[in-house]
């Protein structure tokens, strides 16, 4: 189980396009909702449906630990963050998730 952060286009959609591809779950997080669900609907149109997604702004503590907060009760936690911002930043408070 794999979480991309920043993940609505770019490199960061093209690394859940490959894990999803290879037939890890992941969660593509973005900042905004709206080009978050864009981004998810075009990789389930690839028939990519182990991909979720769910808000995430990085710079927002509260947003982090509601983030990690649904990765514990939906997943028990995660195996791969992949970060496209301060890999330190989010670390320090995912720890805690991480399987």
Same mark, same amino acid.
């Given at each position: 189980?794999? #979480?991309?952060?920043?993940?609505?286009?770019? /490199?960061?959609?093209? /690394?859940?396009?490959?894990?999803?591809?290879?037939? /890890?779950?992941?969660?593509l997080?973005?900042? +905004?909702?709206?080009?978050?669900?864009?981004?998810?609907?075009?990789?389930?149109?690839?028939?990519?449906?182990n991909?979720?997604?769910h808000?995430l +702004?990085?710079?927002?503590?509260?947003?982090?630990?509601?983030?990690? +907060?649904?990765?514990r009760?939906?997943?028990?936690? /995660? +195996? #791969?963050?992949?970060?496209?911002?301060?890999?330190?930043?989010?670390?320090?408070?995912?720890?805690?998730?991480?399987?």
């Amino acid at each position: 189980m794999a #979480v991309v952060t920043g993940a609505n286009k770019g /490199i960061g959609f093209e /690394i859940v396009r490959q894990l999803a591809k290879e037939g /890890i779950t992941v969660v593509l997080t973005a900042r +905004d909702e709206t080009r978050g669900k864009v981004a998810l609907e075009s990789l389930k149109s690839q028939e990519l449906h182990n991909v979720n997604f769910h808000p995430l +702004d990085v710079t927002s503590q509260e947003s982090i630990l509601t983030l990690a +907060d649904w990765l514990r009760k939906t997943y028990g936690g /995660i +195996d #791969v963050l992949v970060s496209t911002f301060e890999a330190y930043t989010l670390l320090k408070h995912f720890a805690f998730v991480l399987c």
